[in-house]
């Protein structure tokens, strides 16, 4: 027998609730969707007002090959980011060199060694030392350490790139900790007691199953200490001296991408030549940083997926 | 009996020096921190005071209070929240009760960590290319607010979807039993039973909104004001901004004062941070399931 057109309003089930779930099924979606539409929002709108400079002005090799930024000279303005990026990668590269063992080495103590009320209060502490604002490490690095460092070293100078990769350091160790601690409690606790059994100490463990099973991890704390690097503004731009170098030792005062922006947006005229590449090197930011992430992720997902 | 033997001593030995050498790295971590932090305390406590935060700058800012800061704080932090709140538990609600396990979810949550990896610089360039010029808002609170809401984003979706995510499967499935749809299932039974973990997230976006300098620099806030903000139209001065200004351009500050206004921007982000820490683990003994 055919439905009737009786039977099928009192099937349909359409009332009030159904639609307003209907509503509410739209507009979580859209929510849902929101941190696309952010990322490519971010992207477009800061292609939009670098654009004009790419297609017109920008040379790739000047870029990245001339360490000359000097885009308010009136005669000639040039351009070049070189002594920026390599300002950038001098002050991360540092930073790291600082944070990846001790946060290695922290993520091993709490991880691994230490346990109970002491281990709660160390994850404790760590998540509050990775809430200090980079406005307050720029300060500390601008007022504390940089005194330090000229009675210490005995140099001109405690704006420079030790000053900085110090401050960065200490401000990636504990995001890094933290991942790299969540890396080690993803090994299986059938491997460590495995390797017990074979009579392992707890040292052996840990150097021999432990830490080698969890390598992914520790890469992706690596790398998003990096990210964090390369986007640090605050604390770089005060700490760094901020002057246009080509870094050959830890004592020169550099300049980074982040803070050279930071330092410069407020001045230039919107739409001037200026103004637009300080948006290009947003761009370039962007790319490194999206590309860093998604590494990171990836490696995190290797780990999921074995 | 078992007696030790050379080799188990040896295995010892080593074993106490690498658990006191990890111990040492630990320490060395956080003992520099609470150096700076000892330090930022003895040299900024003498200006502290409640006139400190309830009057005005003077003599070009290098005396006086960080009242209109601490102010226009507040109104950055609270549009931010109203901005992002509503947009985060809306993702997050999404994630945790809609998102089929498809390509689209994983560009989602692939998108929600570049948004935390962007860097503050770049929010700021975005603000100014979206907010400030685009839609015309000018340089105002409103701009600044929803520059920092979006790089706040995945800070509220992460906790919330967390939240919602520990609200166990058969609640739902006993609602959805009764009859109820999808949205009554979510009202009834999954936000009353996560509130207190999003509201764990709102207090962490507020720690992290209160100290970020970068995206409101060129979007809202400004150096110096001699007034209050009316609307969410107008500029404001901000409490980071006011410590980077004070330590970098201006001249002749008394030596106290930075340390005063870092002093006072480290205290409310650290104590809403341990309020939020402190909530998480009452919330995590409370937990009935």
């Given at each position: 027998m055919r439905a009737t057109a009786a039977d099928q309003t009192i099937l349909d089930r359409r009332n009030l609730d159904w639609y307003i779930d209907k509503a509410v099924q739209v507009l979580v979606f859209v929510g849902g969707i929101s941190a696309i539409i952010f990322i490519i929002g971010i992207f477009v709108f800061i292609a939009r007002e670098g654009a004009g400079f790419i297609f017109t002005r920008w040379d790739p090799i000047e870029f990245f090959t001339s360490p000359r930024w000097a885009p308010?000279?009136?005669?000639n303005p040039t351009y070049g980011a070189l002594a920026l990026i390599l300002g950038t990668a001098s002050i991360t590269g540092l930073a790291m060199v600082v944070a990846v063992p001790f946060s290695l080495g922290a993520a091993i103590y709490i991880g691994e060694f230490a346990s109970g009320r002491l281990r709660e209060s160390l994850k404790v502490l760590v998540e509050l030392l990775a809430a200090i604002p980079s406005v307050v490490w720029g300060f500390i690095g601008l007022s504390i350490m940089n005194p330090l460092i000229i009675q210490w070293f005995n140099v001109p100078v405690g704006l420079n790139v030790l000053n900085a990769g110090v401050i960065l350091g200490l401000m990636a160790a504990p995001i890094m900790t933290t991942i790299a601690e969540d890396a080690l409690k993803a090994v299986p606790d059938t491997y460590r007691e495995a390797a017990e059994a074979m009579g392992a100490t707890r040292w052996q463990v840990i150097f021999k199953v432990v830490l080698p099973a969890a390598k992914p991890g520790r890469l992706a704390a690596v790398l998003l200490g990096v990210g964090r690097g390369f986007g640090e503004t605050m604390a770089v731009l005060m700490a760094s001296g901020h002057s246009i170098n080509l870094p050959t030792s830890i004592f020169d005062s550099v300049r980074a991408l982040t803070a050279t922006i930071a330092a410069e947006l407020g001045e230039t005229a919107h739409g001037s030549d200026h103004y637009q590449a300080l948006f290009v090197l947003g761009i370039f930011l962007f790319a490194i940083t999206f590309v860093i992430n998604l590494t990171a992720d990836l490696v995190v997902r290797g780990i999921r997926n074995r | 009996m078992f007696e030790a033997t050379e080799i188990n001593l040896r295995h010892k030995r080593t074993e106490v020096l690498v658990k006191l050498l990890f111990g040492m790295m630990t320490a060395l971590l956080i003992l520099p921190v609470a150096l700076i932090l000892g330090v930022l305390i003895y040299k900024g406590s003498p200006v502290l005071s409640l006139e400190f935060l309830l009057t005005e700058p003077t003599n070009g800012m290098t005396a006086g209070g960080i009242f209109p800061a601490l102010v226009g704080t507040i109104w950055l932090v609270a549009v931010a929240l109203i901005a992002s709140i509503p947009v985060g538990v809306a993702a997050a609600l999404y994630l945790s009760?809609?998102?089929?396990?498809n390509w689209l979810t994983r560009t989602i949550n692939l998108a929600i960590i570049n948004l935390a990896g962007v860097p503050s610089i770049v929010h700021a360039l975005f603000g100014v290319g979206a907010?400030?010029?685009?839609?015309?808002?000018?340089?105002s609170i409103l701009a600044a607010s929803l520059t920092l809401a979006i790089m706040t984003l995945p800070v509220v979706i992460v906790s919330a979807r967390e939240a919602m995510q520990a609200v166990p499967q058969a609640f739902r499935e006993a609602c959805w039993n009764m009859g109820a749809t999808r949205w009554q299932t979510i009202r009834r039974v999954v936000l009353p039973n996560s509130i207190s973990g999003i509201l764990t997230g709102v207090i962490l976006e507020v720690s992290r909104t209160v100290g970020e300098t970068a995206p409101i620099m060129f979007t809202g806030a400004a150096f110096f004001l001699p007034f209050l903000p009316q609307s969410v139209f107008d500029q404001t001065m901000a409490m980071s901004l006011h410590l980077f200004v004070i330590s970098?351009?201006?001249?002749?500050?008394?030596?106290a004062l930075p340390y005063g206004i870092a002093l006072v921007l480290i205290a409310i982000v650290l104590s809403m941070n341990a309020v939020s820490i402190a909530f998480r683990m009452y919330l995590r003994s409370k937990k009935k399931w």
């Amino acid at each position: 027998m055919r439905a009737t057109a009786a039977d099928q309003t009192i099937l349909d089930r359409r009332n009030l609730d159904w639609y307003i779930d209907k509503a509410v099924q739209v507009l979580v979606f859209v929510g849902g969707i929101s941190a696309i539409i952010f990322i490519i929002g971010i992207f477009v709108f800061i292609a939009r007002e670098g654009a004009g400079f790419i297609f017109t002005r920008w040379d790739p090799i000047e870029f990245f090959t001339s360490p000359r930024w000097a885009p308010t000279s009136s005669h000639n303005p040039t351009y070049g980011a070189l002594a920026l990026i390599l300002g950038t990668a001098s002050i991360t590269g540092l930073a790291m060199v600082v944070a990846v063992p001790f946060s290695l080495g922290a993520a091993i103590y709490i991880g691994e060694f230490a346990s109970g009320r002491l281990r709660e209060s160390l994850k404790v502490l760590v998540e509050l030392l990775a809430a200090i604002p980079s406005v307050v490490w720029g300060f500390i690095g601008l007022s504390i350490m940089n005194p330090l460092i000229i009675q210490w070293f005995n140099v001109p100078v405690g704006l420079n790139v030790l000053n900085a990769g110090v401050i960065l350091g200490l401000m990636a160790a504990p995001i890094m900790t933290t991942i790299a601690e969540d890396a080690l409690k993803a090994v299986p606790d059938t491997y460590r007691e495995a390797a017990e059994a074979m009579g392992a100490t707890r040292w052996q463990v840990i150097f021999k199953v432990v830490l080698p099973a969890a390598k992914p991890g520790r890469l992706a704390a690596v790398l998003l200490g990096v990210g964090r690097g390369f986007g640090e503004t605050m604390a770089v731009l005060m700490a760094s001296g901020h002057s246009i170098n080509l870094p050959t030792s830890i004592f020169d005062s550099v300049r980074a991408l982040t803070a050279t922006i930071a330092a410069e947006l407020g001045e230039t005229a919107h739409g001037s030549d200026h103004y637009q590449a300080l948006f290009v090197l947003g761009i370039f930011l962007f790319a490194i940083t999206f590309v860093i992430n998604l590494t990171a992720d990836l490696v995190v997902r290797g780990i999921r997926n074995r | 009996m078992f007696e030790a033997t050379e080799i188990n001593l040896r295995h010892k030995r080593t074993e106490v020096l690498v658990k006191l050498l990890f111990g040492m790295m630990t320490a060395l971590l956080i003992l520099p921190v609470a150096l700076i932090l000892g330090v930022l305390i003895y040299k900024g406590s003498p200006v502290l005071s409640l006139e400190f935060l309830l009057t005005e700058p003077t003599n070009g800012m290098t005396a006086g209070g960080i009242f209109p800061a601490l102010v226009g704080t507040i109104w950055l932090v609270a549009v931010a929240l109203i901005a992002s709140i509503p947009v985060g538990v809306a993702a997050a609600l999404y994630l945790s009760e809609y998102a089929p396990n498809n390509w689209l979810t994983r560009t989602i949550n692939l998108a929600i960590i570049n948004l935390a990896g962007v860097p503050s610089i770049v929010h700021a360039l975005f603000g100014v290319g979206a907010f400030v010029l685009f839609f015309r808002f000018g340089t105002s609170i409103l701009a600044a607010s929803l520059t920092l809401a979006i790089m706040t984003l995945p800070v509220v979706i992460v906790s919330a979807r967390e939240a919602m995510q520990a609200v166990p499967q058969a609640f739902r499935e006993a609602c959805w039993n009764m009859g109820a749809t999808r949205w009554q299932t979510i009202r009834r039974v999954v936000l009353p039973n996560s509130i207190s973990g999003i509201l764990t997230g709102v207090i962490l976006e507020v720690s992290r909104t209160v100290g970020e300098t970068a995206p409101i620099m060129f979007t809202g806030a400004a150096f110096f004001l001699p007034f209050l903000p009316q609307s969410v139209f107008d500029q404001t001065m901000a409490m980071s901004l006011h410590l980077f200004v004070i330590s970098t351009q201006v001249p002749d500050v008394p030596e106290a004062l930075p340390y005063g206004i870092a002093l006072v921007l480290i205290a409310i982000v650290l104590s809403m941070n341990a309020v939020s820490i402190a909530f998480r683990m009452y919330l995590r003994s409370k937990k009935k399931w």
